[in-house]
């Protein structure tokens, strides 16, 4: 059985009161895209800035400063954000329980742009930073711009976000989440929809995309996903939730705990396999606990390193089994 994905009350409320001003060590920062402007300092509510990554040049890297997003409004940005910065925290004000696990009102957006290297609307590198109840989109049609948030940090949180590439949709190795992180850990999150059909004959377009050094010098190392939505509409059989490109993508472990990979019953396609690389994983191994999927052939492909503690996989002793061919 799925656990429930939503936080307790008492995180929700304490949350709430963090942003309407709870003490906490670092400085406080607000950004309201309807009401606020880039030339304030985002020191109080009435000075909020208008875009995160004005909210992200002003805090300070190591000191735990906090970013509120104002709930009501699409933070549009003009260029991808690359986090560099460690341990600051963006929390969403979504109302008096922030924490809901869809339907974020606080959104951050990528438009169209005519950059390269704007290859998402968030790349964050730096290390244990937090996200709590933000909705990432990336809308780029540009060529190069496949991810919507490329996580390749240290001890990164995310928790009760949203990742939504609503472009490029039958374009190859596209995905809401680049995962080349370390440590990094995702809690209630929900990858895609279950609106726009994807993918097409020999086209790997997966919700969480896994491919070693995509950023230089990073990889998808002890990642984790816990009560989290997988959502696709398959265009054809090829399609993927999770998906590696080589045979080192993941490193030491990748685990996905009560996770649900949906693939809505209107696709034209059903998915062959939820959880599939191109070669058998050499450096570490991908366990699957309880998981669950929706119009799907099989949870993942044969023989490449996933291994399944539940269902037709599991042994009777409750050992984790690989999935065999």
């Known amino acids: ?54 909210a992200y040049a002003l805090a300070q890297t190591n000191t735990n400063d906090v970013i509120f997003i104002d709930g009501d409004s699409t933070v549009v940005e003009t260029a991808m954000i690359t986090w560099a910065k460690n341990r600051i925290h963006v929390f969403a004000d979504n109302g008096p329980f922030p924490l809901a696990g869809y339907g974020c009102g606080a959104k951050v957006q990528l438009g169209v742009t005519t950059v390269a290297t704007d290859t998402s609307t968030l790349r964050v590198t730096g290390v244990r930073n937090t996200f709590s109840g933000v909705k990432f989109i990336n809308s780029n049609t540009k060529a190069e711009a496949l991810h919507c948030v490329e996580e390749a940090g240290e001890y990164t949180r995310w928790h ?48 969480v ?15 984790h996903f816990q009560n989290c939505r997988l959502l696709h509409k398959a265009a054809h059989v090829d399609a993927c939730h999770v998906y590696g490109h080589n045979a080192t993508d993941v490193e030491r472990s990748l685990t996905f705990k009560d996770c649900e990979f949906w693939n809505c019953v209107l696709a034209a396609a059903t998915i062959a ?3 599939n690389f191109a070669a058998a994983q050499t450096d570490g191994a991908v366990l699957l606990i309880r998981p669950s999927g929706m119009n799907i052939t099989a949870i993942a492909g044969a023989s490449l390193g996933v291994y399944v503690s539940s269902g037709t996989a599991q042994t009777t002793d409750g050992i984790s089994e690989q999935i065999a061919a």
């Not at 995309?209 to 990642?223: I, M, P």
């Open 1 to 54: 059985m799925i656990r429930d994905r939503n936080i307790s009350d008492d995180a929700n409320i304490a949350m709430h009161k963090l942003s309407l001003g709870g003490t906490v060590f670092g400085d406080k920062y607000y950004l309201d895209y309807r009401n606020g402007s880039d030339n304030f300092d985002g020191k109080a509510k009435n000075r909020a800035v208008k875009t995160l990554s004005k």
């Open 160 to 207: 009760h976000c949203e990742f939504y590439k609503s472009s490029l949709l039958t374009t190859n190795l596209t995905a809401e989440l680049l995962m080349n992180g370390d440590s990094s850990q995702f809690y209630g999150c929900t990858f895609g929809d279950l609106v726009n059909e994807r993918g097409a004959s020999g086209v790997e377009r997966p919700n």
């Open 209 to 223: 995309k896994l491919d070693r050094e995509t950023v230089t010098g990073k990889v998808c190392r002890d990642g």
């Open 273 to 275: 396999d939820s959880v």
